[in-house]
């Protein structure tokens, strides 16, 4: 008996448009936006696809709750600000952040500072700026009141809650168990009555469990948990909540086998929740921050065909980019067994004559791949390599230093 082996395949890429055999964005190719880059290799980031996320989000998760852009996932100014316009707040991550965000139509109080072992310098910046500050430890806030005072300011805290429970199936787990973000859930009420007491402002609640999820009943495991604690903690304090940052951690398909999250049961049962929990919340501003979810769909990362060789049996593509560029494409920002990102050929869409070959990049390490034998049309040399869901963690997660080649252009069009 002859067992068929099924072939396991990328999602369908379904934001970039073909003409011919060409990959276009707004019906350049990417030949001609090779030419406004001024080179190869480099990322350019299609806005309609951003639009596209944002207006798929608001079509199923309820008006109750807004959304914010988590900016580390690509901090492109001119993405930024874009996105900025359609969306209700920013979240950054440094002091770096902070002048790309402020640069935007965003109100200071719609900006939230997270991230752990946050500096004197940035606890500074943020209060002088009248941003949200995220409270990750005792330090922080010990620091954070002392600055307020010394500024003459009431700093604007929220605290960041290191849930006593996991966000299932994640891509990257932050919360439940020890953990370096967030206060323990056991002694936030009290942090929140030292707050409340304090020249400071309590704003709210930052619950953040996980990222890179594509599992709908994980995403909603962490909701129902997440209102949960939330109305234990408000109880416990005796403070209600102005704010309460949700977390995000909606994901977008990256290898074979997976496929577009449904974002359609989350936001029934958000609206459940939302239903359940109204007296708690009536007047608490509800948010989800999302970075990749809104972003890494509408990036491609384009190089050329330098060289391709036969080395016993197996063809190497190699090209002018790689992970000093895209280290998330090469498997080693984060995945245990390197995987395939959707790669194509963009001057050879639809071509039938196809070829297994490794596509690599031009660093002295065997890490330094941008597709591991992979069935793709027949390529030359000077032949264009597209990577697909490239628009988040790319250019600013790589090590551009590395072996000192060329930096890579970014191009938002
Ligand atoms: C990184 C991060 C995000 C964004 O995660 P994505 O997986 O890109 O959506 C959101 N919130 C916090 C606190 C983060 O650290």
């Given at each position: 008996m002859t067992q068929e082996k099924k072939k396991i395949d990328h999602a369908p890429m379904v934001y970039f448009n073909v003409q011919g055999s060409d990959l276009v964005i707004d019906n350049r190719t990417m030949s001609q936006i090779a030419c406004i880059a001024?080179?190869?290799?480099?990322?350019?980031?299609d806005r309609r696809v951003i639009l596209d996320k944002i207006r798929l989000f608001r079509a199923h998760i309820p008006k109750r709750i807004h959304l914010h852009y988590a900016m580390k996932a690509n901090p492109h100014p001119a993405l930024v600000s874009f996105v900025a316009e359609h969306v209700e707040g920013l979240d950054i991550a440094s002091q770096g952040e902070l002048p790309v965000a402020l640069a935007t139509k965003t109100h200071p109080e719609d900006i939230s500072f997270a991230g752990p072992g946050k500096t004197e310098r940035e606890i500074k910046a943020a209060i002088a700026a009248g941003i949200i500050l995220n409270i990750e430890s005792l330090t922080e806030l010990d620091r954070a009141l002392r600055i307020g005072t010394e500024l003459g300011l009431s700093p604007q805290l929220a605290v960041r809650v290191n849930p006593d429970f996991e966000l299932k199936?994640?891509?990257m787990k932050m919360g439940g168990g020890p953990k370096q973000f967030g206060i323990d859930a056991e002694i936030v009420p009290q942090v929140i009555?030292?707050?409340?007491?304090?020249?400071?402002?309590?704003?709210?609640?930052?619950?953040?469990?996980?990222?890179?999820?594509l599992k709908p009943e994980a995403i909603i495991d962490a909701h129902n948990k997440t209102f949960a604690l939330a109305e234990r903690l408000v109880k416990e304090s005796g403070c209600s909540l102005q704010k309460l940052n949700i977390g995000?951690?909606?994901?977008?398909?990256y290898f074979p086998g997976e496929s577009h999250l449904d974002l359609q049961p989350i936001g029934e049962n958000l609206e459940r929740l939302i239903q359940q929990y109204d007296a708690v919340f009536s007047k608490t501003e509800l948010i989800i921050e999302l970075g990749r979810y809104l972003v890494g769909e509408?990036?491609?990362?384009?190089?050329?065909?330098?060289?391709?060789?036969?080395?016993?049996?197996?063809?190497f593509l190699i090209t002018d980019g790689?992970?000093?560029?895209?280290?998330?494409?090469s498997g080693n920002f984060g995945q245990v067994?390197?995987?395939?990102?959707?790669?194509?050929?963009?001057?050879?869409?639809?071509?039938?004559?196809t070829e297994n070959v490794s596509v690599v990049g031009p660093l002295c390490t065997p890490l330094d791949i941008l597709a591991d034998k992979m069935t793709l049309p027949v390529a030359e040399?000077?032949?264009?390599?597209?990577?697909?869901q490239s628009g988040a963690y790319g250019k600013s997660a790589s090590p551009a230093r590395f072996l000192s080649h060329p930096d890579v252009v970014e191009l938002f069009l």
């Open positions: 001024g080179q190869t290799p480099f990322y350019v980031y199936s994640s891509g009555k030292q707050i409340a007491a304090s020249n400071a402002t309590f704003v709210g609640l930052h619950i953040f469990s996980g990222s890179q999820n995000g951690g909606f994901g977008i398909p509408c990036g491609l990362y384009v190089s050329s065909i330098v060289d391709k060789k036969v080395s016993r049996d197996h063809t790689g992970l000093h560029h895209h280290l998330s494409n067994i390197r995987k395939n990102y959707p790669v194509v050929i963009a001057n050879r869409m639809g071509a039938t004559t040399i000077g032949d264009l390599i597209a990577v697909y």
